[in-house]
């Protein structure tokens, strides 16, 4: 069903992505004629067609170390920290690697303990746990031992089901390993003792986790084959998501206000359009900076990502009436770098006169140029205004995100591209993308061959020739690069 997942077969065997069998054997001997190692190979279809990395969430009540311990998983001081509780930050997802394993990270320390209880608090970090991990790491401070805190943690974590891996903080040495002993009281199993500052314990600990994390996320996209879409409305405050989803339910089935960030949990809905049953998401609008948040609108902006990665289509509203913000520019930016298919809906249409299109259109070409592949809808969610053009933009997208072409097809299409535009000359050498296959779908994934390193200009040059041949419309293209090795350098 779907090529995201790896396949549940032995585990010796190689994930060959979208390709079949037979396919998959063409493509390894040309691989091989052309000089490539096989493994090699093997391994960037793998990387290529995996799909979506495992999650792990880090978590805890606030000043056990969770941000110094996702610098030191990381390996670099990103994740701001302060020796004080509730300090947020800007970007809360990294991407780790550990034993040659790749998966994204996920600090979810930022709490507001003056605007929310910490009841609200702990409960709404477990909930993002249970939304968007696939295994999580609760650290504990080590020295103070468990609390009330922490206890209330374990408990929602146990409701979550989710693979756990306790990690007892600030053990700096033997001494310390006594206090992290007692914390096998908390019933999740062995502690792991860290000093995330220090370093030490680490290595074990991600060793852990590594065997808690699956090879490759399930994939939550509907419910069954067949089974409803998922369609997450995101966007800006105020710019009219609860209104857009209220207009095509039918009813009022979410509050409106026009105070800007009513909705704080996302709420699904499943909704009939056009014969075809879509579960929409109308989540939380998403505040200009995390680290600006406090309590309640910092949680919504987390739920708001997690709603994006379990959706397959992400409907972007922005307000027509008012000028495209560095605010939508970075929703846009997370819902590509989620890899899912994307449609823009500009609302509040009927309120523009000419002037104000004639700049609008002005600015989407310079500010959303890189997704001017994404269907475009110009709707009123107040007066219903062209509401039957958003179903038709949302299948498009599903229809672009979905598309695989034969090998042989892109291989026929690499080979006339190069012949008639090849890679400009780089200090007397001239790489030359020898060929190529896609490894995955959902969104379409590729990985080409080549003879040399190849600039960041030719490779979206190849994509854009590969959209005007093959559509994609509405779906993010991801594409790897392959160089071989010296032959000589080979038979060494």
Avoid at 21 to 45: K, N, P, R
Avoid at 132 to 139: G, H, K, M, W, Y
Avoid at 227 to 232: N, S, T
Avoid at 477 to 484: G, K
Wanted: proline share 4%.
């Amino acid at each position: 069903m779907n090529d995201d997942i790896h396949s549940g077969g032995s585990g010796e065997e190689h994930d060959h992505g979208a390709l079949g069998d037979a396919e998959y054997a063409q493509f390894m001997e040309l691989a091989a004629e052309e000089g490539f190692d096989v493994e090699d190979v093997e391994g960037a279809i793998e990387a290529a067609g995996h799909g979506p990395l495992p999650v792990l969430a880090v978590v805890g009540r606030p000043n056990v170390g969770k941000s110094t311990l996702v610098n030191r998983i990381i390996g670099r001081r990103e994740a701001v920290v302060e020796d004080k509780p509730g300090v947020t930050r800007d970007r809360v997802t990294y991407e780790a690697e550990w034993a040659g394993r790749r998966f994204k990270v996920v600090d979810t320390g930022g709490w507001e303990q003056d605007v929310l209880g910490i009841d609200a608090s702990v409960a709404a970090q477990a909930e993002y746990a249970i939304e968007a991990a696939d295994a999580v790491v609760f650290v504990v401070d080590a020295k103070v031992g468990a609390t009330d805190t922490d206890e209330a943690v374990v408990r929602l974590l146990r409701k979550a089901g989710k693979p756990v891996v306790l990690c007892a903080n600030k053990v700096d040495g033997p001494s310390g390993e006594a206090d992290a002993a007692y914390l096998w009281s908390l019933g999740l199993g062995e502690p792991q003792p860290v000093s995330a500052l220090h370093g030490r314990g680490t290595g074990d600990m991600l060793d852990k986790v590594l065997e808690a994390l699956p090879e490759a996320p399930e994939q939550s996209f509907g419910t069954a084959v067949g089974g409803p879409r998922r369609i997450a409305l995101i966007g800006r405050p105020n710019v009219g998501k609860s209104s857009l989803l209220n207009k095509v339910a039918g009813e009022e089935r979410v509050v409106v206000n026009e105070l800007a960030g009513t909705t704080r949990d996302p709420v699904d809905e499943l909704i009939e359009l056009g014969g075809v049953t879509w579960k929409f998401v109308d989540t939380a609008g998403i505040r200009k900076r995390v680290h600006l948040q406090q309590g309640a609108d910092y949680y919504a902006s987390l739920r708001t990502a997690a709603a994006v990665e379990k959706a397959e289509v992400a409907v972007i509203l922005l307000d027509a009436s008012d000028s495209i913000s560095v605010q939508d520019q970075r929703i846009v930016t997370m819902a590509v770098e989620a890899g899912r298919a994307i449609v823009l809906a500009f609302n509040k249409w009927d309120t523009l006169d000419e002037e104000r299109r004639y700049y609008l259109e002005r600015e989407i070409e310079t500010e959303l140029g890189q997704v001017a592949w994404a269907p475009r809808v110009n709707v009123s969610a107040r007066t219903g205004r062209h509401m039957e053009k958003l179903v038709p933009a949302i299948e498009t997208a599903l229809a672009g995100w979905e598309t695989r072409v034969p090998t042989g097809r892109l291989n026929a299409f690499l080979g006339e591209l190069v012949a008639a535009h090849p890679h400009p000359v780089r200090g007397g050498k001239q790489p030359r993308i020898l060929f190529g296959t896609q490894a995955g779908t959902r969104p379409p994934r590729f990985v080409l061959f080549a003879s040399g390193f190849i600039e960041a200009g030719y490779r979206r040059f190849i994509e854009r020739r590969l959209r005007e041949e093959f559509g994609f419309e509405g779906t993010p293209i991801h594409i790897s690069v392959r160089v071989r090795e010296k032959r000589g350098a080979k038979k060494k």
